[in-house]
C-alpha cells in the first residue's frame, strides 16, 4: 500500500539521493545537489507551497513538490517516480499529482506553472 506524506526533514538525505538518482542516472542530466537550492533546504524552499513523498512499505517510490511564487501562482517541481512504478496500477504519479492540485487550490493559487527537462518526455506526456 502507497502513503503519500508531507515531507519530513529527516528525509532531506533520502530525497536528495533519490532526486539525484533519477535525474542523473537514468536520464545523465549532470545535475549536483548544490546546483539545486531546493534540495538543500527542502522545508524552507517549499514552505509557500509544500512538498511530499510516496512511500510503499517504507521505500520512497516519489516526490513532488510545489513552491509558491506569489499568492496566486507556484510551480509544480520535483516530481519524480522510481521507475518500477511508472504506469504502476498505485498510479503514484496521478496521487502525487492530486495530491499537490489539492493543496494549490487551498492555497487559492490561479496559476500553475512546470518546471521540468526537456529531455524528460514521458513527463511531458503526463502533463498534457
Known amino acids: 500500500m502507497m502513503k503519500i506524506t508531507a515531507f519530513d526533514p529527516d528525509e532531506e538525505e533520502e530525497v536528495c539521493a533519490f532526486v539525484l538518482a533519477i535525474q542523473n542516472g537514468e536520464f545523465n542530466l549532470g545535475f549536483t545537489v548544490q546546483e539545486q537550492p531546493d534540495l538543500r533546504n527542502i522545508r524552507k524552499f517549499y514552505q509557500g507551497g509544500g512538498f511530499w513523498t510516496a512511500k510503499i512499505s517504507g521505500t ?6 510545489l513552491q509558491g511564487l506569489d499568492r496566486e501562482n507556484g510551480v509544480l517541481r520535483k516530481m519524480f517516480v522510481h521507475q518500477a512504478y511508472r504506469g504502476h496500477a498505485l498510479k503514484v504519479a496521478q496521487q502525487l499529482f492530486n495530491t499537490l492540485l ?3 487550490s487551498l492555497l487559492d493559487f490561479h496559476y500553475l506553472l512546470l518546471d521540468t527537462p526537456a529531455i524528460a518526455k514521458a513527463s511531458h506526456r503526463f502533463y498534457e
Do not use: K, S
Request: a negative charge; charged letters at 10%; hydrophobic letters at 45%.
Open 102 to 104: 489539492t493543496e494549490a
Open 60 to 65: 520512497l517510490v516519489g516526490t513532488i513538490g
